[in-house]
């Protein structure tokens, strides 16, 4: 890079990087050639604001305009490094509070911001139902979303009236109106919610509403049962 032009009897002054490393220094004009390319003309990020928690990563993207740019390095800088750092428009929280993410262009030095809010990490626990019914002898599958909670463990307020199997599934044993909880591993928190057992059904059905056979023939009703151990078949 041509830093300063001499006036034709004068060196140029020169930066030239390599192996990362910045070499500064003069060159005689009769060495010297304009190289002509297509230049950085614009950035811009996806972003202009952005909150996240701790422990929570962000991807900033950048763009530069014109498409065709030769270079298209980006440097990335925070203004507080107790907050958060970023490299490659990855930023990686450090502390609570809010700091200001650059990224300039190294050719052109163009330059654009976004305002990054570090928030406490939050923890919580929800399900699918507000609350939940299931018959005595039945079961249920209640959807756990968690957030920030390494594991929980599925309770019930009182299991004379349901039991928890495999820490996911309910089964109701007797009628009543008891509680589901679930209890986060790594914090303090429960989350609960109602749980009424309904009565056990006893059923019988048939697979049709009515029958018609001829005589000396033969009909073979399809007969299912909802807690009934058996049944006997008579006309």
Known sequence: TRTKKGNGYDWDYVEVKIDGKLIKGYVWKDYVQTYEYTKVESITL???????EEGDKLIIVATILPNEARFKEVIWSTSDANVLTVENGEITTVGIGTATVTAT???QGKVATVQVTVKEKTYDITLDK?????????????????????????????????????????????????????????????????????????????DKEEYEVEVDSLVEPIVTLKNIEGYTLEV
């Open 46 to 52: 996806d972003k202009a604001e952005a909150t996240i």
């Open 105 to 107: 262009t190294e050719d």
């Open 130 to 206: 507000e609350e939940y019914t299931v018959e005595a002898g039945e079961q249920i599958e209640p959807v756990i979303t968690t957030k920030n909670i390494e594991s929980y463990t599925l309770k019930v307020s009182d299991e004379t009236k349901a039991e928890v199997i495999d820490n996911k599934i309910i089964k109701g044993l007797a009628e009543g109106e008891i509680e589901i909880e679930v209890h986060a591993s790594n914090v303090e928190l429960v989350k609960k919610v109602k749980l009424t057992v309904t009565p056990m059904q006893y059923t019988i059905t048939l």
